[in-house]
């Protein structure tokens, strides 16, 4: 034999491994996977005819020429063949989903068409190889041209891959450069050394070898997919976050807008209201100003409710225990319930046990709001009968666990509908319940306030005949000095005209609003303290007057057009030519929104009033401000 094709045979092994493997292992779906797969058929094939033109050549005695020309242009058409199929599993390397094609494609195929026909037509133009007159095997001019395409199409599909290189790994592109040496270094040694030595196609399978397992490893694969999809979910839960963060802060944007604007006219209403109630002596008007009042005041616990529950689902909502009387609360409490009992027709009945330390330490005013929440709703649901609101405690070391029950004799609650009861904006029984007005917070709120008190609510209910709701609030106790006994006093004590808490008629103070009715409600409010009131429509108008006038207490609106609240603060703390640069600066607002009063504070402001502004609340912050000097207290 003339040939030496130990490497050829080789490679046969190299190349089954690989089919075999890649039938086994790999996803037969993948693009690169099935294009890599022709590639080495293809050069099985060329590999094979390599070795049967071998034994062709040497024994061509025995083989007719034209058989041994048909064999051997095949083999160099098979070669043209692995190119051109190698072309395509490298588009699809680089794009597995369609393996785009570009004009250089169209040309490299243009040129193997035209080497294969070269090839195929050797035996008239004995270009590439050709048998003599001794039937002797002999290379034409263009022998090399082979070995020649075959390094350009490696070198073209090295820079192509290089230039995308983006899209691989480390792993991936070390894979690609040692599968382009061994090809290359192959083609090399096969032009070095004789050619009766076959090496070229057992480099490629090597080559190969090294690409199939470096590019296309079935695990690899897949875990190159699950990080793929990893990145996009993680991309995509970016994008929801963002989406949840944006319509979480439109929903407060919309809360706090809501809140101001309800807010707004509700404080011309009530403050109005007041005027009237304090200048009027006519009966008539005067009930029908406490229809005015108790109607405003319903509508700010709606407006309070739905703030309190949006700080509850944000998680801002916070405790502050303080230390306090039960007595006081208990009376508060009763107070309010016991005059809608009796309009209502109601027996109100208050129990106490005489034995409950007084004096305790907790949220008074989230206690006040739960107990208040439970009567009001009894109440609401009782046409006829009474309620019971029922005080105990049972002490826990030194403390105490406060247990109050509110019982009625109402519309009670189904049995299915218990469980959703604490559910935000649920309103059950709505056939029966339809005429009564609720958002269906109250009790969500409550049950969420008791939690945050590391209490417990639990309700009883016979549909028909009437509810129990019963809460257990661990308090601190301060005092053991007992409540006593609970005695029903100032409840129907008649309604006292509201008097001021004090005169100050050498006391200046200033307010900015840019709604005049505010205006008039806060200077006709603070009427009977003879202050001289100064009033300013806008923050420029502020910074004009406070420049020659000083001022004991500067009351400064938030939202006002052009120039707001905060903005006039910052340009009044700037200004350093005016007189007022201690005198304290409130801010008066109807935002009432959690955080508000923090973000004030930090903007230079000394307090803060919340629109609607009650009378006692105003006067209180005016007694704290203005020097005291100045004051005259008028309360015993
Ligand atoms: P609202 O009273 O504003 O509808 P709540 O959260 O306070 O909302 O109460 C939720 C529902 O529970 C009410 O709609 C009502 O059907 C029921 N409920 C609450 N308290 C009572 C009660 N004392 N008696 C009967 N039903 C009640």
């Known amino acids: 034999m003339k040939y030496d094709i130990h490497f050829s045979i080789a490679a046969f092994i190299i190349y089954i491994v690989l089919l075999v493997s890649m039938r086994v292992q790999y996803n037969r779906e993948l693009n690169t996977v099935k294009k890599l797969r022709n590639v080495i058929i293809c050069l099985f094939a060329t590999n094979l005819l390599d070795v049967v033109t071998a034994y062709t050549i040497t024994y061509r005695a025995h083989v007719p020429v034209g058989i041994n020309y048909c064999l051997n242009a095949a083999f160099f058409i098979f070669e043209a063949l692995c190119l051109a199929l190698f072309v395509i599993y490298i588009r699809f390397v680089i794009d597995p989903e369609k393996g785009r094609k570009n004009i250089f494609d169209n040309i490299n195929l243009g040129i193997l068409v035209i080497f294969a026909i070269i090839c195929a037509t050797s035996f008239l133009t004995h270009l590439i190889f050709y048998f003599d007159e001794n039937n002797d095997y002999q290379h034409g001019i263009l022998y090399n041209l082979p070995y020649a395409l075959g390094l350009y199409f490696q070198v073209f599909a090295l820079v192509r891959l290089t230039r995308n290189r983006k899209q691989f790994n480390k792993r991936q592109f070390y894979s690609v450069i040692g599968f382009f040496s061994i090809s290359v270094l192959g083609s090399i040694i096969q032009f070095i050394i004789p050619g009766s030595v076959f090496v070229l196609y057992f480099a490629l399978s090597v080559a190969a070898f090294i690409g199939m397992f470096g590019l296309e490893t079935p695990d690899y694969i897949k875990l190159e997919k699950t990080l793929t999809k990893l990145r996009q979910s993680e991309e995509n839960l ?133 107990l208040i929440n439970l ?60 005429k009564r007005e609720g958002t269906g917070l109250g009790l969500s709120i409550t049950k969420s306030l008791v939690d945050m008190m590391d209490g417990s609510i639990e309700v009883k209910s016979t549909y028909g005949e009437g509810s129990e709701f019963k809460v257990v609030i661990p308090q601190i106790v301060i005092q053991q000095t007992p409540i006593g006994e609970y005695k029903d006093t100032d409840i129907s004590e008649p309604k006292e005209k509201y008097r001021t808490m004090f005169k100050a008629p050498t006391a ?46 500067i009351f400064l609106d938030h939202m006002m057009p052009e120039m707001d609240g905060i903005e006039t603060m910052k340009k009044l703390k700037e200004d350093s030519t005016h007189c007022n640069q201690d005198t304290p600066v409130i801010m008066l607002t109807a935002n009432a929104i959690l955080g508000a009063k923090e973000q004030y504070i930090d903007s230079g402001f000394n ?26 207290m008028t309360e015993d």
């Open 238 to 370: 970016k994008v929801a976050v963002e989406r949840a963060e944006a319509a979480d802060s439109a929903k407060s944007e919309f809360l706090a807008n809501m809140s101001h604007e309800i807010r707004t006219p509700i404080n011309a209403v009530l403050g109005m209201n007041e005027l009237i109630s304090r200048e009027s002596e006519d009966k008539q008007i005067l009930t029908y100003s406490e229809n005015i009042k108790d109607a405003g005041q319903t509508l700010l616990s709606l407006i309070n409710d739905i703030l309190d529950f949006s700080k509850i689902e944000a998680g801002k909502m916070e405790l502050i225990p303080v230390d306090y009387e039960l007595s006081k609360l208990i009376k508060t409490v009763s107070n309010i319930i016991k005059v809608r009992c009796e309009e209502k027709g109601l027996t109100f009945n208050v129990e106490v046990n005489p034995d409950i330390p007084n004096v305790l330490n907790g949220d008074e005013v989230r206690i006040r709001q739960v």
């Open 375 to 434: 009567l009001n709703n009894a109440v609401k649901y009782t046409e006829k009968g009474r309620i019971d609101f029922t005080i105990d405690f049972e002490a826990v070391n030194e403390d105490i666990n406060l247990i109050v029950s509110v019982k009625d004799t109402g519309v009670g609650i189904k049995e299915k509908d218990i469980d959703a009861l604490f559910e935000s904006f649920k309103r059950v029984d709505l056939e029966k319940n339809r």
């Open 508 to 553: 200046k103070i200033l307010v900015v609003d840019d709604v005049k009715v505010n205006l008039m409600v806060f200077s006709g409010l603070l009427k009977n303290t003879e202050m001289k009131i100064s009033m300013a429509i806008s923050g420029a108008q502020c910074l004009e007057v406070i420049k020659n006038n000083k001022f004991d207490v």
């Open 607 to 632: 307090d803060y009033l919340s629109k609607p502004v009650f009378p006692k609340d105003l006067e209180e912050m005016l007694i704290k401000y203005i020097p005291k000097e100045k004051i005259i």
